[in-house]
């Protein structure tokens, strides 16, 4: 299994906190992806990067920033967090060998009362 | 932009064989894969299509007709810890870093 892992693995928090979240990868593979997953949406990708401090945009990204400052690690920010951003979010990564195989992590479970 | 289109559940029985369809409506992209996710689990990498064709990993098959932009899964000899849920996903052509997912099938297996 590839080494990725999340955390805080559940969180509780409350309408207008700013909220951290960790992926960290001892594969040292090169891109890195935050999704989120909603009942009847599958997965959506909210922001990805090809390598350190080079980071973009995916197709649900607002309200959520990122950075990524060391290869293995990727952190997702929720800057005033609302109930609309409840949901389970998944780190994955890939690399050029493996291009499109993407390795998942355990998933965050993020609720905003 | 990039739209895929999956059932949102199936059921069989133990042993019997299941397709799993995926149609998609797309600028472009560079192949078709599919990933497994059991309930509370993550989701795990299972095939990939490249080209045309079935591709063949043991008890499951894929494939994909880009003339009819669709794709299937097909799994074999079905076992109960096949009871999960199936997304097809694409690599876009434009921005080759992103990838697009489907809505997701859920796969009920009964004895």
């Known amino acids: 299994d590839a080494g990725i892992t999340q955390s805080p693995r559940h969180k509780v928090t409350e309408t207008g906190t700013p909220v951290t979240l960790r992926c960290h990868q001892t594969?040292?593979?090169?891109?890195m992806y935050w999704y989120r997953q909603d009942p009847g949406h599958g997965l959506r990708l909210i922001h990805y990067s090809y390598g350190v401090k080079d980071t973009d945009k995916g197709e649900v990204s607002d309200g959520y920033s990122v950075s990524r400052s060391k290869t293995e690690d990727f952190l997702l920010t929720l800057e005033s967090a609302t109930s609309s951003q409840t949901s389970v979010y998944f780190c994955?990564?890939?690399?050029?060998?493996?291009?499109?195989?993407?390795?998942f992590g355990p998933g965050t479970r993020l609720t905003v009362l | 932009g990039q739209s895929l289109e999956q059932p949102s559940e199936v059921t069989a029985v133990e042993g019997a064989i299941v397709q799993i369809n995926c149609t998609y409506q797309?600028?472009?992209?560079?192949?078709l894969s599919w990933y497994q996710q059991h309930d509370g689990g993550a989701p795990t990498f299972l095939s990939y299509?490249?080209?045309?064709g079935l591709e063949e990993t043991g008890r499951f098959s894929s494939f994909l007709s880009r003339s009819d932009s669709y794709g299937y899964l097909l799994l074999q000899e079905l076992q109960m810890k096949d009871s999960a849920s199936y997304f097809c996903?694409?690599?876009?052509?434009?921005?080759?870093?992103?990838?697009?997912f489907g809505s997701g099938t859920k796969l009920n297996v009964k004895p």
């Open positions: 299509n490249a080209l045309d």
């Open positions: 594969e040292n593979h090169r891109y």
């Open positions: 797309t600028s472009g992209f560079y192949g």
């Open positions: 994955a990564i890939s690399d050029a060998s493996s291009y499109n195989e993407q390795f």
């Open positions: 996903a694409v690599r876009g052509i434009y921005n080759f870093n992103k990838f697009y």
